[in-house]
């Protein structure tokens, strides 16, 4: 994937849509929307964290202020398969993203901190961020396809849609594959609305013509929250055996 943007700064606005949602909503989107240039993609993640999930716990408390660290592939990583590292931030509503690329095998150690990274400053962000956070390990596997839109007019609209969003809480390797479990309920999808400037007017009407409201969805969070539920349940049915 050459020529990848490596600094995002714009508003994600995410829903959760059913099968039947999404299809009324594909007629509207081939009038005022494009594929985009990687127009369907299978996405895996590792999303790092501190011993005692600091990060996503931050996430879920709705600050003005979160952060998080992942390592992205576009497909199943040899050692030397190209992957991003990113930063991902959101301050009062915007987001802002910082990704550099290294071969897996090195991103691995760089994030474990047993090799280098890089002299740019996306790079020195990034080793500042693995270093203040203590601990860093890759915490939740996640992957899904997806499909992306571009606006006919705005290139700057881009809209995406999740599904078979798949997470697991072992085996954390993108090497090993996408399987897990399902975090959606089948047919659902993730939309998210990546936004530089005002939501257009036919988008607007068209979400609301459909019942379709934003959600504060996410995926790392309801992985975790999930993980928490399941703790829970083996550690109750632990005590009254």
């Not at 408390?61 to 390592?71: F, I, N, Q, S, V």
């Not at 890759?138 to 992306?148: D, E, H, K, W």
Request: glycine share 6%; with cysteine.
């Amino acid at each position: 994937m050459s020529g990848y943007q490596s600094v995002f700064r714009r508003v994600e606005v995410k829903f959760l849509l059913s099968a039947a949602q999404y299809w009324a909503l594909v007629p509207v989107l081939e009038r005022y929307m494009v594929p985009d240039d990687f127009f369907k993609s299978t996405i895996s993640n590792l999303y790092y964290d501190t011993p005692n999930f600091q990060l996503v716990r931050t996430s879920l408390a709705k600050p003005a202020y979160k952060e998080k660290l992942r390592l992205r592939c576009y497909s199943v990583p040899a050692e030397d398969t190209q992957s991003f590292v990113e930063i991902k931030k959101k301050v009062d509503g915007v987001v802002y993203k910082r990704r550099a690329d290294l071969p897996y095998g090195r991103a691995l150690d760089y994030l474990a901190g047993e090799g280098p990274g890089g002299d740019s400053q996306i790079f020195r962000e990034l080793d500042w961020f693995v270093q203040f956070y203590s601990g860093l390990s890759p915490a939740v596997f996640l992957s899904y396809n997806r499909v992306s839109f571009r606006g006919r007019e705005d290139k700057n609209l881009r809209m995406t849609f999740d599904r078979d969003i798949l997470w697991r809480a072992d085996h954390l390797d993108l090497s090993e594959g996408a399987w897990g479990q399902d975090l959606l309920q089948p047919g659902e999808r993730l939309l998210e609305i990546k936004l530089t400037n005002a939501m257009p007017l036919w988008l607007a009407d068209a979400l609301s013509e459909l019942g379709i409201f934003p959600t504060g969805f996410s995926k790392y969070g309801a992985a975790y929250q999930t993980l928490l539920r399941q703790q829970l349940t083996e550690l109750r049915m632990k005590r009254y055996a």
